[in-house]
């Protein structure tokens, strides 16, 4: 690669922060408030994708989206003091910083969510933007390329699941998939990611070697 990359886009849920089994349980307890089957952590893997209005249509659509989300969020925040970030993503974010990376947040959690396990975790700094609640991160990203002038290859897209990778596709730069998360490694690779990361720190050494290579 001749170009080394200079901008790291990040997912959060899956990719920084290991919330997926409390992100199952909130959803189990709406599926029980509506008397639906609930699901084990293996169906609810293989089910769940974003955009989230789209998931919710296949699994309650004759409930507003907007009740979904009251009763979801409710449950979820019960949860959220107890969420850790993943392994290795603390170690990550410093690497990135004294290397002079710039990092964007680019996920779908609610900002309070985000804000509240940042701000206890302290790593709000590290990042030179952040961005919640995006509802289609397809978009969303193919605007930030053409705000911030990314190009191809010095931009990378590091996300666990499948819509992250198609968000990269569809802005034209780099994507990491992250086993780290919501999506399967047989569903990651079949929406064929730039390059595919047991976890941060696997991600964190093809940085190390990208950062040598001459320009």
Known sequence: MSQPIGTILLDWSGTLADDLPFVHRAANQVLTLYRKPTMTIEEFRERFFL??????QTILPEVPLETLDRFYHAAF???RPRIPL???????????????????????IQKDHFLDQAGRHGI????????????????????????RGFTPRDAIFLGDMVHDIEAAHAAGILSGALLTGYDTRAKLEAARPSFLFADLAEARSFLEENRKSPA
């Open 51 to 56: 955009p989230l209005r789209d998931f919710y």
């Open 77 to 79: 925040r019960f949860f």
């Open 86 to 108: 993943l392994p290795h993503a603390a170690d990550f974010l410093e690497f990135c910083r004294t290397r002079g990376l710039r990092m964007i947040l680019l996920s779908t």
């Open 124 to 147: 709000l700094d590290y990042f030179a933007e952040i961005h919640t609640e995006v509802v289609d991160k397809r978009v969303t990203l193919s605007q930030l390329r053409e705000e």
